[in-house]
């Protein structure tokens, strides 16, 4: 069980780290649709994780 | 029931990423960017394609009134299929055309980078009347097809005049 939260805590690291990585590399080329559009995907993603996570009994 | 409830968040959290690296990749990396470098005396600047949309008008770039500069357009095609655009560069002073510089077909393969260079030699676009200890300004149009790019071009008035060389009196 503790090395699931581990491997969890790894691909949710890598997910940060890629994210960042792309938003610093290509954000100034995004459209303001673009924008608005990742905006509302981060949010939706860390929301989701949080209820994945709530599921879980964290 | 519960575990498939849990399930549930967990691809839409994937979906949501997914939907973000597909917007960085289709808005963020493909299309077509241009670049603009300018070499003046023994400085090159470069215009980034992130950069025109900072200035919506124009960009300025200084040259002396004795120098060339000299431009490499650079056009990079992220896109699957290959990329053909009519370039034209010409000078205009007061919204009225001076010259023109160049007008050429570009053509860019997939994923690859084609440029243009051309000389603008600024003593050509100076009125002979214009004294030289006074600024001249002037623009640089480049289009492809229907993006204008323009450049101001600030010509600096020659401060201090070349020697004046005194012939040695006779003996």
């Not at chain 2, 009519?86 to 055309?97: A, C, G, L, N």
């Not at chain 2, 077909?105 to 200890?133: H, N, Y």
């Amino acid at each position: 069980m503790k090395l699931e939260y581990v491997l969890y805590g790894f691909g949710i690291l890598f997910c940060i780290a890629g994210i960042g990585y792309l938003a610093a590399e290509y954000v100034k080329y995004l459209s303001e649709l673009g924008k608005i559009g990742s905006l509302l995907l981060t949010i939706g993603l860390f929301s989701f994780l949080g209820k994945y996570f709530e599921g879980l009994g964290w | 029931m519960a575990v498939k409830h849990k399930n549930l968040f967990l691809y839409l959290t994937l979906a949501c990423f997914v939907g973000l690296i597909l917007i960085f990749i289709f808005d963020g990396y493909m299309g077509i960017y241009d670049s603009l470098f300018i070499t003046t005396g023994e400085q090159e600047d470069q215009i980034k394609p992130d950069q025109w949309p900072q200035r919506d008008r124009y960009w300025p770039t200084s040259v002396e009134r004795d120098q060339k500069a000299f431009f490499r357009y650079e056009v990079e095609n992220r896109w699957f299929s290959s990329y053909s655009a009519d370039i034209e560069v010409s000078v205009w002073r007061e919204q009225e055309k001076v010259s023109d510089l160049l007008a050429q077909p570009i053509s860019v393969a997939s994923f690859d980078k084609g440029q243009l260079e051309w000389v603008l030699d600024a003593t050509e676009f100076v009125p002979a009347d214009i004294p030289p200890e006074q600024d001249y300004e002037f623009t640089m149009l480049i289009k492809r097809a229907d993006i204008e790019r323009r450049i101001i071009i600030h010509v600096r008035s020659v401060l201090y005049p070349s020697k004046v060389v005194i012939p040695e009196p006779p003996r």
